[in-house]
T-cell receptor, first 110, second 117 residues
Framework: DAKTTQPPSMDCAEGRAANLPCNHS???????VYWYRQIHSQGPQYIIH?????ETNEMASLIITEDRKSSTLILPHATLRDTAVYYC???????????WGLGTSLAVNP | GAVVSQHPSRVICKSGTSVKIECRSL??????MFWYRQFPKQSLMLMAT?????????EQGVEKDKFLINHASLTLSTLTVTSAHPEDSSFYIC?????????????FGEGSRLTVL
């Protein structure tokens, strides 16, 4: 699976948009971009995934660059409960052997 | 979304004893379940892939005789830490993939924190 690079930490003000970047320059054509988050001492939670097109759901938006070498997860109106470690993972979809990096620790501040 | 439940959420045991952790998919059938271990301030490390009705596939460096995995049904997988030692203290997390779903998400349990005294 392709390796991803994320900043180790980010801060965001409550109510503002949180934009979390991820680089995956070696992504293969059949690999999807997945985002999960992990709140302290809990299991990871799925957020969103995409292949080429931008995606949006009730939790977040995923913007994938045209060359697919990077993506951005957007939390439109961050709340204190969004404080967590966010993981960007690339995977070929039918292979669930996800390789987890250290993610980005997002702190949402009041 | 789909729900995966782990039990127990916390367990404390004496060194040398065995501990069983259950992972259940509550509202879907899971052909495949995954077991992870996470040490403090570290990322999730895949231990093994559990396939219903067949032997689990272990990652390199994970002792299959120490970490026994049983996936006897489409809704239950168990991880047994045998002869536990203090270095086995960790956060164990399972995840499950819904059967016949292509590129959908994995669903994770709440995690089980094991402390070996």
């Amino acid at each position: 699976d392709a390796k991803t690079t994320q900043p180790p930490s980010m801060d965001c003000a409550e109510g503002r948009a949180a934009n979390l970047p991820c680089n995956h320059s070696t992504i293969s054509g059949n690999e999807y971009v997945y985002w999960y988050r992990q709140i302290h001492s809990q299991g990871p939670q799925y957020i969103i995934h995409g292949l080429k097109n931008n995606e949006t759901n009730e939790m977040a938006s995923l913007i994938i660059t045209e060359d697919r070498k990077s993506s951005t997860l957007i939390l439109p109106h961050a709340t204190l409960r969004d404080t967590a470690v966010y993981y960007c993972i690339v995977n070929a979809g039918n292979n669930r052997k996800l390789i987890w990096g250290l993610g980005t620790s997002l702190a949402v501040n009041p | 979304g789909a729900v995966v439940s782990q039990h127990p959420s916390r367990v404390i045991c004496k060194s040398g004893t065995s501990v069983k952790i259950e992972c259940r998919s509550l509202d879907f059938q899971a052909t495949t379940m995954f077991w992870y271990r996470q040490f403090p301030k570290q990322s999730l490390m895949l231990m093994a892939t559990s396939n219903e009705g067949s032997k689990a596939t272990y990652e390199q460096g994970v002792e299959k005789d120490k970490f026994l995995i049983n996936h006897a049904s489409l809704t239950l997988s168990t991880l047994t830490v045998t002869s536990a030692h203090p270095e086995d203290s960790s956060f164990y997390i399972c995840s499950a993939r819904e059967r016949e779903v292509g590129t959908g998400e994995l669903f994770f349990g709440e995690g089980s924190r094991l402390t070996v005294l």
